[in-house]
């Protein structure tokens, strides 16, 4: 997957692509209905499937101060959307220029000359440019007058086991602790992505070590232990493994700001710098504190058991 970062420094071979508009929070099975019709819009007229989406997030950005929502990073994104076969991700920064941009100037200077995709698709209630004045209806008519197609994907109630899917809905389910319900709305385990950073190393002395990563500007699942399936994407030891993993303050040492410590099972290595992508599977219990270090590894042992059974039952 090419991944472009800029409307005005796009090389000739990522023009004439059919993409997808939209942020894709979570890359759900509603924006993954999204993104197939670009597929097959591309299909018909031999062109490669695109997605353009936005860093920061538009409400980010408006919002900076706001809580964080995002049940991705962009690594996690970027590697989502390269594994459902997106060919080229307009990656582009949400900034005070293309802020400023209104509808028309959005759809003439970054779709048309800027990128020069052959064909978009959006979102029946898809709105652009300065103010968000710009509506699908609008996006037509332009594709029209500048040479570009454009599909409006219709506004689909997507059900499954766990309920209808919205970004909304997955949000609740990882803050109740059922990853599995929003598995069943994703259509993937949600997965924490990132390079492993330095931590206290307290686990390697508990017969525990763990990975550490960084949390910063993700929706926060509920705290707690949970079981977890491992990709290490780089480095002398990528490839798949179960694990168990601490999500949360970890109170038993004081610590106040969240990250995600995992440990892979039956693994010997050095980690650091590596990036992960951690699948969340089961939650195991909440966070909580233990009278001695004693009592904190009895229960990692019986946590690391009830992980093992709930990984091999996959």
Not at 111 to 135: E, S, Y
Not at 208 to 218: C, E, F, Q, R, V
Not at 287 to 298: K, N
Request: one cysteine or more; glycine letters at 12%.
């Amino acid at each position: 997957m090419r991944i472009i970062r800029s409307f005005t420094a796009s090389e000739p071979q990522d023009r004439g692509a059919s993409a997808a508009i939209g942020n894709f929070d979570g890359v759900h099975r509603g924006h993954r209905s999204v993104i197939e019709l670009a597929r097959r819009a591309g299909e018909g007229i031999g062109a490669p499937l695109g997605v353009m989406t936005f860093d920061p997030h538009p409400r980010a950005f408006f919002a900076p101060d706001a809580p964080a929502f995002r049940l991705m990073n962009v690594e996690a994104k970027e590697n989502r959307l390269a594994q459902i076969g997106v060919e080229r991700l307009y990656s582009l920064p949400f900034n005070d220029q293309l802020a400023a941009l209104t509808a028309r100037d959005f759809a003439q200077e970054v779709i048309a000359d800027g990128l020069g995709l052959a064909h978009v698709v959006v979102g029946a209630d898809f709105c652009f440019g300065k103010g968000r004045k710009g509506t699908a209806e609008d996006l037509v008519a332009f594709g029209q007058e500048m040479g570009f197609g454009v599909t409006i994907a219709p506004l689909l109630t997507i059900e499954t086991e766990a309920g209808p899917v919205s970004s909304t809905r997955i949000r609740e389910a990882l803050a109740e602790g059922r990853p599995r319900d929003a598995q069943a709305m994703l259509g993937h385990w949600h997965r924490i992505d990132g390079p492993v950073i330095h931590g206290e190393k307290r686990g390697r002395t508990l017969g525990y070590p763990t990975a550490n990563m960084s949390l910063a500007g993700l929706h926060l699942p509920r705290f707690g232990v949970y079981a977890v399936t491992v990709e290490i994407r780089t480095g002398p030891h990528a490839g798949h493994y179960p694990g168990v993993a601490s999500l949360g303050v970890r109170p038993m040492f004081g610590e106040n700001m969240p990250n995600l410590e995992t440990h892979i099972f039956d693994f010997s290595g050095d980690l650091y710098g590596t990036h992960l992508s951690v699948g969340l599977v089961e939650y195991l219990r909440p966070e909580q504190r233990f009278d001695g270090v004693e009592a904190l590894v009895a229960q990692m042992d019986a946590d690391s058991l009830r992980a093992r059974a709930c990984l091999a039952e996959l």
